[in-house]
């Protein structure tokens, strides 16, 4: 589905920050954004705005401002060849598919438009209606297998697939149907096909929610490589507050034997980067928080290797409370900022491969 994003106000496209949550408010209703165009709402970029070619796509989402989401109203309007109407001191165009306060969908042609009126922390209802997400996530299993198996498997439900990385051993599978598609039949065949590897969920973080809620269980972090990531990847995903135990960041070997017990002879050296030093942090962190299961990092995720361990080596490892133990060696690419995502979700990926019959299909 074509989706354009148009940001025609003064400031808001750029704001970074803003712009984020726009995409995550897209997100939510399952919207991603082929192509984004900004422009300074003022009458100079008027022309441009009129020369987009809405016929390129099926979904339009445009982000305008006090100044601005009139002024669009009456552009588009003239385009419908329809009048205005006075709601809520706003001129929109007359009869509208949907309406909600300082929100508009319009249908231009067969091309669904919605207009909203946005400020610096405010962004009103997104009126577009989508499909439900189908996408789900894959385990140890390589992009070329899955790419074979799949897309043979999938021909009988009416779906075509995207299928990408996210790390070596997992998948992202986007879903793209159509009104005849046979989405339960695909879930129910990927699931025999790929048992206890499957997660039927787009974000990790929110699926381990999910099932610790339903679980009645705890989570711990302690972080040392990746600063915190991992405790604020889960923190930002409402309803967290009821699983998430606590975590510590243990950035120095100090902090490691002060905060967590961590004994001396896994600090010394290389040893603050192994797998040794990842459980000896784990075990205290479980010890000190109490939770269910915990999850530590350790390693070097800068641009220059440290004390001969290589940059982009990681070690993480995940426990439980009833003795369940894995561990497992990261070599990770990209700059500083890409590794450090790239560890906090493998080992996001590593507490779901602890205990499979909690958080896998």
């Known amino acids: 589905m074509k989706h354009l994003l148009i940001y025609f106000t003064k400031d808001l496209s750029f704001n970074g920050s803003f712009c984020e949550f726009v995409d995550r408010s897209l997100a939510k209703k399952n919207l991603f954004a082929n192509t984004i165009i900004k422009l300074n709402d003022d009458d100079s970029k008027l022309n441009t705005l009129l020369e987009i070619d809405v016929k390129k796509y099926e979904l339009i989402t445009i982000i305008a401002d ?29 009869n509208p598919k949907d309406y909600k306060k300082n929100s508009v969908l319009i249908d231009l042609n067969g091309v669904m438009i919605n207009i909203l009126k946005a400020s610096m922390f405010y962004l009103p209802e997104i009126l577009h209606n989508t499909k439900l997400s189908y996408d789900f996530l894959i385990s140890d299993l390589d992009l070329e297998s899955a790419e074979i198996l799949l897309n043979t498997s999938v021909k009988p439900y009416g779906v075509s697939l995207n299928i990408y990385s996210l790390l070596d051993n997992l998948l992202y599978v986007k879903v793209n149907t159509n009104e005849y598609s046979d989405e339960i039949g695909l879930l129910n065949s990927v699931k025999s096909l790929f048992p206890k590897k499957v997660i039927f969920a787009d974000n990790l973080y929110e699926h381990i929610i999910k099932k610790l809620k339903e679980n009645n269980k705890k989570l711990s972090f302690a972080e040392s490589c990746t600063g915190g990531l991992l405790a604020s990847n889960f923190t930002k995903i409402n309803g967290s507050s009821s699983v998430y135990e606590g975590s510590v960041i243990t950035y120095s070997n100090k902090s490691k034997k002060a905060w967590l017990n961590v004994e001396d002879i896994y600090l010394e050296n290389q040893a603050v980067y192994s797998q040794n030093c990842a459980l000896a942090m784990a075990t205290g962190v479980l010890k000190l928080t109490k939770a269910n299961y915990a999850i530590t990092c350790t390693g070097v995720l800068g641009d220059s290797d440290d004390l001969g361990v290589k940059s982009g080596v990681a070690f993480i490892c995940a426990i439980s409370d009833t003795g369940l133990i894995l561990h497992e060696r990261l070599e990770l690419l990209g700059d500083r900022i890409y590794k450090q995502n790239q560890c906090a979700l493998a080992c996001a990926l590593l507490l779901c491969k602890l205990e499979r019959e909690v958080f896998f299909e």
């Open 66 to 94: 006090e100044h601005s989401f009139s002024m669009i109203n009456k552009i588009l309007a003239t385009l419908k060849e329809c009048e205005l109407s006075l709601i809520d001191d706003e001129f929109i165009v007359e």
